[in-house]
T-cell receptor, first 111, second 115 residues
Framework: QKEVEQNSGPLSVPEGAIASLNCTYSDRGSQSFFWYRQYSGKSPELIMS????GDKEDGRFTAQLNKASQYVSLLIRDSQPSDSATYLC???????????FGKGTTLSVSS | GAVVSQHPSWVICKSGTSVKIECRSLDFQATTMFWYRQFPKKSLMLMATSNEGSKATYEQGVEKDKFLINHASLTLSTLTVTSAHPEDSSFYICSARDSTANEQFFGPGTRLTVL
């Protein structure tokens, strides 16, 4: 069974710190990786996608992918209280027809 | 990112009635749409994958006769919860796959309460 694993948290960081969110996946054939942010009572919002090994930066967000280790992470620099949410890691299945989601990591940024 | 809408946002219905939820991709064509359900403080659960012009593929444990899915066009998929019961009360979220961008975008969700 294909799985995506995340630490459920909560992960608590002070305002201005770097938040590091981690995700591992089991399907070696996966090619596409995504991070979604979900605020309480709202639907998920796509914040990053990454397809190649290495880092991808977008503003305060950096996604890191290591296919050999089957590991993808999200770094949030200069964390703000508004970043407090649940972050979902998602991985395409090998056929590329569906996303498999992790259970999400809850991030709390304190001011 | 691309825009996906859902209608209605909220619905309250009596037990035994049927409820239809619409999901539209507003600025792209989606050959594939997905329906998820999320209970409070729980993770997203994929219910079914909807392909335009063909039958939906349901996840294990999801009753296809209870959750009817129609994907008649490249921009519209509907989910009908038939004979709804209180245990069907949940947050139903659709997403649409923009095949040109290889990304999946979520609608705002529909909160269903069955009395």
């Amino acid at each position: 069974q294909k799985e995506v694993e995340q630490n459920s948290g909560p992960l608590s960081v002070p305002e201005g710190a770097i938040a590091s969110l981690n995700c591992t996946y089991s399907d070696r054939g996966s090619q596409s990786f995504f991070w979604y942010r979900q605020y309480s009572g709202k639907s998920p919002e796509l914040i990053m996608s990454i397809y190649s090994n290495g880092d991808k930066e977008d503003g305060r967000f950096t996604a890191q992918l290591n296919k050999a280790s089957q590991y993808v992470s999200l770094l949030i620099r200069d964390s703000q209280p508004s970043d407090s949410a649940t972050y979902l890691c998602a991985v395409n299945n090998q056929a590329g027809t569906a996303l498999i989601f992790g259970k999400g990591t809850t991030l709390s940024v304190s001011s | 990112g691309a825009v996906v809408s859902q209608h209605p946002s909220w619905v309250i219905c009596k037990s035994g009635t049927s409820v239809k939820i619409e999901c539209r991709s507003l600025d792209f064509q989606a050959t594939t749409m997905f329906w998820y359900r999320q209970f409070p403080k729980k993770s997203l659960m994929l219910m079914a994958t909807s392909n335009e012009g063909s039958k939906a593929t349901y996840e294990q444990g999801v009753e296809k006769d209870k959750f009817l899915i129609n994907h008649a066009s490249l921009t519209l998929s509907t989910l009908t919860v038939t004979s709804a019961h209180p245990e069907d009360s949940s947050f139903y979220i659709c997403s649409a796959r923009d095949s040109t961008a290889n990304e999946q975008f979520f609608g705002p969700g529909t909160r269903l309460t069955v009395l």
